[in-house]
């Protein structure tokens, strides 16, 4: 049984930083897709950035520059690297990992496996 638990989530002020971690276990994620969502109160959830084998990793253009994701496959464990946080980055951060089409990897539906998700909150 796949299980992805994602650890990091708080409480930061606006320019702060944070570090999200997310531990996959039940299968190797080493040769797949993983990456990040996050869902604000009323919003729809939206993509945040993935990581592919080959160091291949993609941005939402709101986050670029802000934001890294790396992995540490020997651990299979995607972390987030938060930093000169907005208030608009309030939001339940989600992992996701196992992609089925690579091509709409901006689409939740297109993502296999899911955490329940951290709350990061950035007060202005």
């Known amino acids: 049984q796949v299980q992805l638990v994602e650890s990091g989530g708080g409480l930061v002020q606006a320019g702060g930083s944070l570090r999200l971690s997310c531990a996959a276990s039940?299968?190797?994620?080493?040769?797949?897709?993983m990456g990040w969502f996050r869902q604000a109160p009323g919003k729809e959830r939206e993509f945040v950035a993935a990581s592919w084998s080959g160091s291949i990793t993609l941005y939402a253009d709101s986050v670029k520059g802000r934001f890294t994701i790396s992995r540490d496959n020997a651990e299979n464990t995607v972390y987030l690297q938060m930093t000169s946080l907005k208030p608009e980055d309030t939001a339940v951060y989600y992992c996701?990992?196992?992609?089925?089409?690579?091509?709409?990897?901006?689409?939740?539906?297109?993502?296999?496996?899911w955490g329940k998700g951290t709350l990061v909150t950035v007060s202005s």
């Open positions: 039940g299968r190797s994620f080493s040769l797949s897709a």
């Open positions: 996701a990992a196992g992609i089925r089409n690579g091509l709409r990897y901006q689409a939740p539906g297109s993502w296999n496996y």
